[in-house]
């Protein structure tokens, strides 16, 4: 009987930490997103307020490895979207799929390493590219990642995100949001989200992966 009102002791412990943790997460979003707005409305440069990981200052990390993935759900791609590479050194895979209605689609996927001003500069591409490809029938999928845990709650308020969904656990965590200055965004169940950042711990410096709209790779 006495392991059994410990046990529940601990539960509800557990759970009371759990919720004073995400009445300060929300806290802290709130009070960023609040300080944040009267610099961001009077910035003309709506690149700057999109985040990513190297230039949010967050990390101590220098280059991180960025995978894009477009998805055409029919046999033709612009040109535009072969010829303007994301990065000089940028290729393509180009797989040929059909879809349950046995469609055909088509999948073009990449990857590179960039440092901070190559992450500026593919920004810059895919806030060109996302309404071409999107206007075109196609849907792309950006994911950043970086060889280090982060701190995501001051990472979302300082980027003025807002969170919509989230997943903690004892080493990882997790966060769907919108972000206003992000063109593209998906429905998450009843939540329209654009932004999915996952934080995780492990033996080594842990891993971080920001993705946009939502994540598509294994992480």
């Known amino acids: ?9 601990a539960f509800h ?27 961001n409305d009077n910035t003309n440069d709506k690149n700057s307020e999109i985040p990513l990981l190297l230039s949010s200052g967050c990390t101590g990390i220098d ?3 960025v995978s894009l993935t477009l998805w055409f759900e029919s046999p033709t ?19 040929e799929l059909k879809t349950a209605s046995q469609q055909t689609a088509i999948s073009l996927s990449g990857d590179d390493r960039v440092n901070k001003s190559q992450e500026k500069d593919l920004l810059k591409w895919y806030t060109t590219m996302a309404p071409i490809i999107e206007k ?4 792309i999928y950006f994911d950043e990642r970086v060889p280090q845990v982060i701190d995501v709650a001051g990472f979302l308020s300082k ?7 989230w997943i903690l656990t004892d080493n990882l965590m997790s966060v ?26 492990d033996s080594n410096n842990g891993q971080t992966v920001l993705a ?8």
């Open 212 to 219: 946009i709209p939502v994540l598509l790779n294994e992480f």
């Open 13 to 39: 412990i557990c759970h009371l930490k759990l919720f004073m943790f995400w009445i300060i997460f929300l806290a802290v979003i709130s009070i960023g997103a609040f300080n944040l707005r009267p610099m």
């Open 63 to 65: 280059y991180a490895n």
């Open 77 to 95: 791609i612009p040109e535009m979207i072969w010829t303007k590479k994301p990065t000089p050194d940028w290729r393509w895979v180009c797989k």
């Open 176 to 201: 769907a949001a919108y972000q206003d200055n992000l063109k593209t965004s998906v429905l998450a169940g009843k939540d329209r989200v654009n932004i999915q950042l996952v934080s995780r711990r």
């Open 1 to 9: 009987m006495l392991r059994g009102r410990k046990c529940s002791t």
């Open 136 to 139: 075109a029938g196609g849907i």
């Open 159 to 165: 980027e003025n995100t807002k969170p919509a969904q």
